[in-house]
């Protein structure tokens, strides 16, 4: 596979990371960002109190975003795979 193809791919390997990572992440960080204040509001300081809602945001965001994650994938899987039908043989 010549070197500009695999750069293109490692490059689109790493767009199509963050576009299937980013909003689950965000999701985490607002939610995070979210319990975190009301424990500062109320003074109750638990560790573990974070995680719960952080895990059914991200649960309730990868629904939501499901059909675009597939796409995403879908379209990077069948650039991958157009690219590999084209190597030449040696």
Do not use: H, Y
Request: glycine letters at 6%; a negative charge.
């Amino acid at each position: 596979m010549p070197d500009e193809s695999t750069a293109f791919i490692l490059r689109e390997a790493l767009w199509t990371t963050l576009l299937l990572g980013g909003p689950l992440m965000a999701a985490a960080l607002v939610v995070g960002l979210l319990v975190a204040l009301l424990q500062t509001l109320t003074q109750i300081n638990e560790a573990t109190l974070v995680f719960v809602p952080k895990i059914v945001a991200i649960f309730g965001a990868t629904l939501l975003l499901a059909p675009f994650m597939t796409g995403v994938m879908r379209d990077f899987a069948r650039e991958v795979f157009d690219r590999l039908v084209t190597v030449p043989m040696l």
